[in-house]
Structure formats: structure tokens, C-alpha cells
């Protein structure tokens, strides 16, 4: 079992910045990445971004050039550095940890709310 808790959300106005961290515990077996993904209200669940356990990183289109993920391995934890924050941003985000069998997202933290005003 692996425990995901976030934390680092809260309110900012269009422009600004805000870091998200997730420190994950638990696990003892090998993970397969870790990620973050969002809900806006009335949208889909988005994946926003991730990073394998080597350090390769993805974004979505959305967010390239204005977000930035990173870990902390010893630490075990997970960050999301944003900037120039829009109002689409706002939703909320959730860290989690992608298995290796199988290859999906099987853990996730309980959100933290971003919101983005203009």
C-alpha cells in the first residue's frame, strides 16, 4: 500500500506561483513514476505531468514552459513548481504513483485545490 498526502495549494492571482508536494509512503515495491494530474469543476481528469523513476519528465501542452516537476528520491517526494499561473489552472491536483504490473495509476493522494484568479 502506498500513501500519497499533497499539500501546497491554495489561492493566487493570475501570474503568480505556487509549489505543490506530495510525499509518498509505504511502498516497498519498485514504481514505474509518479505524476500529477488535475480536475477543473465540469471538466475530465487531465495528467498534467510526470516523471519516470530515472528522471524523465512529460507535460501537458497546457502547462509546458510553466510547470516544472521534480522528486526528491531520499525524500520521497514529489514537487510541481508553477508559474505564471491562469485561471484555467484551477482545480484540484492530485500526486499519483504509477505500478509497473500493471503499468497504471494506482495510487493516489486526496487533492489539494488550486485556485487561479484573475
Known amino acids: 500500500q502506498v500513501q500519497l498526502v499533497e499539500s501546497g495549494g491554495g489561492s493566487v492571482q493570475a501570474g503568480g506561483s505556487l509549489k505543490l508536494s506530495c510525499t509518498a509512503s509505504?511502498?516497498?515495491?519498485?514504481?514505474?513514476?509518479m505524476g500529477w494530474h488535475r480536475r477543473a469543476p465540469g471538466k475530465e481528469r487531465e495528467l498534467v505531468s510526470t516523471?519516470?523513476?530515472?528522471?524523465?519528465?512529460t507535460y501537458a501542452d497546457s502547462v509546458k514552459g510553466r510547470f516544472t516537476i521534480s522528486q526528491d528520491n531520499p525524500r520521497r517526494t514529489l514537487y510541481l513548481q508553477m508559474n505564471s499561473l491562469k485561471t484555467e489552472d484551477t482545480a484540484v491536483y492530485y500526486c499519483?504513483?504509477?505500478?509497473?504490473?500493471?503499468?497504471?495509476?494506482?495510487?493516489w493522494g486526496q487533492g489539494t485545490q488550486v485556485t487561479v484568479s484573475s
Open positions: 499519483a504513483w504509477r505500478s509497473c504490473t500493471p503499468y497504471d495509476w494506482k495510487y
Open positions: 509505504g511502498y516497498t515495491l519498485s514504481s514505474c513514476g
Open positions: 516523471i519516470s523513476s530515472s528522471g524523465t519528465t
